[in-house]
């Protein structure tokens, strides 16, 4: 039975409340009120990422039930495709989904059209450069994010910035019903269930909003989450530990979490826990934002 817009939502949450009554507790919040200010907002468009770069080289994705398929483009290839979609999406596929590109690290002139940003939602070992643990999602309407959670169980701020979204999200307690495919991928589809093929699903209790422009969304480690657009959209959210979830990352270890990712869940532990400057961990942390899981 799906729960409808059943999620809190703030105007301008400060910093110690949402570490309080959200983190803390490992409950989602939508935040209205801080991305309006940001140049963003009313700037960001396909127009105006062709204008700043036409042939930057970026990849998107197809999802399907077998495997996540990538391919390469250039941005203003990209666009177009986007753009004739939306004039004639019956006469044109709908294109591949532009998901978790590091953009603000291949053009750096976006990093001012988001600030400021609420840094103070954030560990301070996340501070310095905090643009570079973002990823972009830039993709049609209808394009879709299939169920999952974030690979390293970490805590994710999505800010939306053009476009509506709706997502389906499931604490993670829900995760036992949703019939768990590899690590963090699931086979159910929340927004039309086969109950006889996947019979639990019918325990769950998936929670289904709109995220609008303009609004942040906070979901804590491990949430599930299908994410539809609902209409052309721009998007970025940064991942980020606590030292809680990082150890708690860490300790999935035994619980089927990759090799790999429980590699970059230990770099960011030397981090949080040890202390050791971002500026160290990145160079090794980096290649995560072009990894595929």
Same mark, same amino acid.
């Given at each position: 039975?799906?729960?409808?817009?059943? *999620?809190?939502?703030?105007?301008?949450?400060?910093?110690?409340?949402?570490?309080?009554?959200?983190?803390?507790?490992?409950? !989602?919040?939508?935040?209205?009120?801080?991305?309006?200010? $940001?140049?963003?907002?009313?700037?960001?468009?396909?127009?105006?990422?062709?204008?700043?770069?036409?042939?930057?080289?970026?990849?998107?994705?197809?999802?399907?039930?077998?495997? *996540? #398929?990538?391919?390469?483009?250039?941005?203003?290839?990209?666009?177009?495709?986007? #753009?004739?979609?939306?004039?004639?999406?019956?006469?044109?596929?709908?294109?591949?989904?532009?998901?978790?590109? !590091?953009?603000?690290?291949?053009?750096?002139?976006?990093i001012e059209d988001a600030q400021p940003f609420p840094?103070?939602?954030?560990?301070?070992?996340?501070?310095?450069? $905090? $643009?570079?643990?973002?990823?972009?999602?830039?993709?049609?309407?209808?394009?879709?994010?299939?169920?999952?959670?974030?690979?390293?169980?970490?805590?994710? *701020?999505?800010?939306?910035?053009?476009?509506?979204?709706?997502?389906?999200?499931? %604490?993670?307690?829900? @995760?036992?019903?949703?019939?768990?495919?590899? $690590?963090?991928?699931?086979?159910?589809?929340? #927004?039309?269930?086969?109950?006889?093929?996947?019979?639990?699903?019918?325990? @769950?209790?998936?929670?289904?909003?709109?995220?609008?422009?303009?609004?942040?969304?906070?979901?804590?480690?491990?949430?599930?989450?299908?994410?539809?657009?609902?209409?052309?959209?721009?998007?970025?959210?940064?991942?980020?530990?606590?030292?809680?979830?990082?150890?708690? @990352? *860490? @300790?999935?270890?035994?619980?089927?979490?990759?090799?790999?990712?429980?590699?970059?869940?230990? %770099?960011?532990?030397?981090? %949080?826990?040890?202390?050791?400057?971002?500026?160290?961990?990145?160079?090794?942390?980096?290649?995560?934002?072009?990894?595929?899981?």
């Amino acid at each position: 039975m799906i729960v409808l817009d059943e *999620i809190e939502r703030k105007y301008k949450l400060s910093s110690d409340n949402f570490t309080k009554n959200y983190v803390a507790q490992g409950k !989602p919040v939508i935040i209205s009120g801080v991305i309006p200010s $940001w140049n963003s907002f009313s700037q960001w468009s396909l127009k105006y990422f062709n204008q700043l770069s036409p042939s930057l080289n970026i990849y998107a994705k197809n999802f399907s039930d077998k495997e *996540i #398929e990538i391919c390469s483009l250039t941005m203003g290839e990209y666009i177009k495709l986007i #753009e004739n979609y939306e004039a004639d999406s019956l006469n044109n596929p709908s294109p591949p989904y532009c998901h978790d590109l !590091p953009l603000f690290s291949l053009i750096p002139s976006l990093i001012e059209d988001a600030q400021p940003f609420p840094l103070d939602y954030l560990p301070k070992w996340y501070w310095y450069k $905090w $643009w570079r643990y973002c990823q972009f999602f830039l993709g049609c309407s209808n394009s879709i994010t299939p169920l999952h959670f974030d690979c390293l169980l970490t805590n994710n *701020i999505f800010c939306q910035i053009v476009g509506r979204k709706q997502f389906t999200i499931l %604490l993670p307690e829900d @995760a036992k019903y949703c019939y768990r495919k590899g $690590w963090r991928w699931f086979l159910v589809n929340p #927004e039309n269930p086969d109950f006889n093929k996947y019979p639990e699903y019918k325990n @769950a209790k998936p929670i289904r909003f709109i995220v609008n422009p303009g609004e942040i969304l906070y979901m804590p480690p491990g949430t599930l989450h299908h994410v539809r657009s609902l209409d052309m959209s721009i998007s970025f959210n940064i991942d980020w530990h606590t030292r809680k979830s990082c150890l708690n @990352a *860490i @300790a999935a270890s035994v619980k089927g979490m990759p090799p790999q990712n429980s590699y970059y869940n230990f %770099l960011l532990a030397m981090g %949080l826990v040890f202390k050791i400057p971002s500026s160290v961990i990145f160079k090794f942390y980096k290649s995560y934002l072009n990894y595929v899981s």
